[in-house]
């Protein structure tokens, strides 16, 4: 498994750690290396972001996001890999002192590196958004399971435990989605 993270600008390796963590997440979790740099994980979560601008680039071309124009789309797609790398670093900050009140032992690298990993299904999550209310609610119930995977596989945590946290915070995204 480790070998998928080797050359990390690879693009066959990209796609088969694309492949591994969404069709045997709790495997790619248990074997992902705690140690070396964030390189890995950076460029797979610009590569993220480049594919989930990519997806939303097409869906305002196809105006199943009729209030994008040409432009903001364009934009979203240039921007998209970035935003995602610049949102991770903070958003792994967060995350590695809620694992850590949870009993994680693990350190902001591997925090940063699990939801760089989780970013996979973000194209998949920008399709659904066409989907109303059903498509949010999907997605965000994806990424609480891989959020939970993570929990156990990575930081040795109770898979009760983190269900009740990961499964109310998206409950708690969904209905702000709702009201905003």
Known sequence: MSQSLENPVDPGRIFQTYAQVLTNPSGFFR???????????????????LLSGLAYFVLAMLSFKPYQSMGQALFGLLVSPLAF?????VSAAVIN????????G??????????????????FSTLLSVVPLAGSLVALAWG???????????HGLSR?????????LGAVFY???LLG
Do not use: D
């Open 144 to 154: 609480a399971q891989l959020m939970v995977v993570a929990s156990v596989e990575v």
């Open 31 to 49: 074997h992902l290396p705690l140690g070396g740099g964030l390189q890995p994980a950076i460029v797979f979560l610009g590569v993220s972001g």
């Open 85 to 89: 790398i610049l949102l991770t670093f």
């Open 175 to 177: 209905l702000l989605g």
């Open 106 to 123: 693990q350190n902001y690298r591997t925090a940063f590196a699990c939801l760089a990993y989780i970013s996979a299904i973000s194209p």
């Open 160 to 168: 009760k435990n983190a269900w009740l946290v990961f499964g109310v």
């Open 97 to 104: 002192i809620l694992w850590r009140f949870m009993g994680s």
